[in-house]
């Protein structure tokens, strides 16, 4: 049996937080869509991810993907989304700052575009705006880390 594409880009993100050696349980939540996990019991944790395999990398939210970050940050406080982009990295953003870039009317479908240059930090935009400042890679388990500690 070969692995399905979600299993191998997931698992990406799981193989960085195992890197923290800090026992960090990993649930998938059954009753929302593919992609949302919850860890430590307390960070709602939603994956999206691109197979294509340069900059710029587009994903797309359809109205039931926001309408359950919403309901998931709601009830934890916050929620995080990591996307994996192609084999390039990760860029992750806590649920306050997605919202820089889809705001809070969720419509049909909406997008997130993620670009880099060679060598730079990713830059973020969205549907209803541009995302100031840049994200690192090493920054989603920073970002974990310091979520889970607080």
């Not at 193989?15 to 960090?24: E, K, M, V, Y």
Request: hydrophobic residues 35%; contains cysteine; proline residues 1%.
């Amino acid at each position: 049996m070969s692995l399905k594409e979600v299993e191998f880009y997931h698992g990406c993100v799981f193989s960085r937080l195992s890197q923290l050696d800090a026992g960090i349980s990993i649930k998938r939540l059954k009753d929302f869509s593919q992609g949302f996990y919850i860890l430590a019991e307390k960070l709602p944790v939603y994956i999206k991810h691109t197979t294509k395999k340069l900059s710029p990398w587009r994903f797309s939210f359809h109205k039931t993907h926001q309408d359950e970050l919403q309901s998931l940050k709601n009830k934890h406080g916050f929620a995080l989304i990591v996307f994996v982009c192609g084999h390039d990295g990760i860029c992750s953003l806590e649920f306050d700052r997605f919202k820089n870039i889809l705001d809070y009317v969720h419509e049909d479908v909406e997008w997130v575009a993620i670009r880099r240059k060679r060598g730079e930090k990713y830059a973020v935009s969205g549907k209803d705006g541009e995302l100031k400042g840049k994200i690192g890679d090493i920054d989603f388990t920073n970002l974990v880390c310091s979520i889970l500690d607080a």
